[in-house]
């Protein structure tokens, strides 16, 4: 019987769907395009690279990890379309993910397959001088800092 078709790509949103960067900045999402056929059943896990690498030291394996917490994927449109896409939101800037997919094909072959790659990091502002505002109506110099936030400083 055919081996599973399933190949997994990992890559910064803004490269997958650019029309929609804006809204899903690549330091806050993880993007990753999955392309086969003939898919019969999926599961899926996310979780930090170092994480999962500190389960697989420990003896587990990726299969033992998709038991355990891999969630259901439904994988029609891979069929239909011949791929697909999946992303996260919300996650911390620079850091590294992996992806572990298992498929079975219709034949009832199996796959385990991972993808990984790394968040973004924070956009801050241009280095150079805080930007610097005076609000008149408590006397206080607001600075910008690009590293700290806003902090405020009373002017005497």
């Known amino acids: 019987a055919p081996e599973v078709d399933l190949e ?21 999402t993880w993007y990753c395009e999955m392309y086969g056929s ?9 979780n930090t690279t170092a994480a999962i690498d500190g389960v697989l030291a420990q003896g ?12 259901e994927y439904d994988p029609s449109y891979i069929n239909a379309d011949g791929w697909d896409y999946i992303f996260f939101t919300e996650m911390p ?7 572990i997919i298992w498929a079975e094909n219709t034949y009832g072959n199996t796959v385990t397959l991972t993808a990984s790659g790394a968040t973004a990091a924070a956009p801050s502002a241009k280095k150079g001088n805080a930007k610097l505002s005076w609000d008149h109506s408590n006397g206080r110099q607001i600075a910008f800092n690009p590293n700290k936030g806003i902090s405020f400083s009373t002017i005497k």
């Open 8 to 28: 997994l790509e990992w890559m910064p949103f803004s490269v997958g769907m650019p029309d929609y960067a804006s809204s899903y900045p690549d330091h806050s």
């Open 60 to 71: 587990a394996t990726l299969e033992d990890i998709i038991a355990a917490y891999g969630k």
């Open 38 to 46: 003939e898919i019969k059943a999926m599961k899926y896990y996310l």
């Open 93 to 99: 800037a620079e850091t590294s993910f992996t992806l």
